[in-house]
């Protein structure tokens, strides 16, 4: 990834980082969810070597994100928001930017969610997933749930 893209990288995740927290500085319960992808949380195991972050902040209805991945070798084709738990692969919920391709890829981007689904995940981000797909995975090259961070939670 080139200067520019590192900066609107790191622009992107900013913006989710001011989205996500206020002015006290700790996120409300739900307004922010992560993800850490790899290969090895695919279901079935994908992509070995790949792996990557995800993270987002709700404001009401509006979800902005950012998304990394790292060593995907044949390079993004599509990813999402699946919903199902740790274990099991289920329905696409939410498309989500395509990662540029590289050693490195990343990708920004907001979307409006029904209030149903924005509740949803806000109350369970558990029982959701983060999912980008390439051709020598096209069910998932790297995989990670979503969770709250907590100032005890390590993920």
Do not use: W
Not at 25 to 49: I, M, N, R, Y
Not at 134 to 151: E, K, V, Y
């Amino acid at each position: 990834m080139g200067v520019l893209g590192a900066t609107a990288c790191l622009t992107a995740l900013a913006a989710v980082a001011v989205i996500a927290l206020p002015a006290s500085g700790t996120a409300p319960p739900g307004s922010a969810v992560f993800a850490k992808l790899d290969g090895e949380h695919s279901v079935p195991h994908a992509d070995p070597d790949g792996y990557g972050t995800f993270s987002a902040g709700f404001s009401g209805t509006r979800l902005c994100y950012g998304l990394q991945v790292f060593k995907i070798g044949t390079g993004p084709l599509t990813a999402h928001i699946h919903q199902a738990p740790v274990g099991a692969n289920g329905p696409i919920k939410v498309g989500l930017n395509v990662p540029s391709s590289g050693v490195a890829g990343a990708s920004a981007g907001c979307t409006t969610l029904t209030t149903t689904l924005a509740n949803a995940i806000k109350a369970n981000p558990h029982a959701y997933y983060v999912n980008v797909h390439n051709s020598a995975f096209p069910n998932g090259a790297i995989r990670g749930q979503l969770f709250q961070a907590t100032a005890s939670q390590d993920q």
